[in-house]
Nanobody, 122 residues
Framework: QVQLVESGGGLVQAGGSLRLSCAAS????????MGWFRQAPGKEREFVAA????????PYGDSVKGRFTMSRDNAKNTVYLQMNSLKPEDTAVYYC???????????????WGQGTQVTVSS
């Protein structure tokens, strides 16, 4: 059974930093690309970042470029999202997902994490 377990969300002041983690299990021998999305109440899901099995990065979402960095540690079956210079508009539930990454896009698949709340105060 595939599971994605997230951690690292919380409350932070504007200008602060958080690092989110997403650990995957149950994928067997399959290689997988992974991505991060976020969704604020009343808004559509927004792409944040994605990374291939080999560590190639999909271009970041426009709203987070220069502030967020995605990475992965395949030995730990874990991906990370380092979030710096956080703004109140970054407040959302953040989700990780398996999928297919290309040089330009990420297509999420069937498996998603439970989501973790990030709240940025003014």
């Amino acid at each position: 059974q595939v599971q994605l377990v997230e951690s690292g969300g919380g409350l932070v002041q504007a200008g602060g930093s958080l690092r989110l983690s997403c650990a995957a299990s149950g994928l067997g021998s399959s290689r997988y690309d992974m991505g991060w999305f976020r969704q604020a109440p009343g808004k559509e899901r927004e792409f944040v970042a994605a990374i291939s099995w080999g560590g190639g990065l999909v271009p970041y979402g426009d709203s987070v470029k220069g502030r967020f960095t995605m990475s992965r540690d395949n030995a730990k079956n874990t991906v990370y999202l380092q979030m710096n210079s956080l703004k109140p508009e970054d407040t959302a539930v953040y989700y990780c997902a398996t999928g297919i990454a290309t040089w330009s896009t990420f297509r999420p698949g069937d498996y998603w994490g439970q989501g973790t709340q990030v709240t940025v105060s003014s």
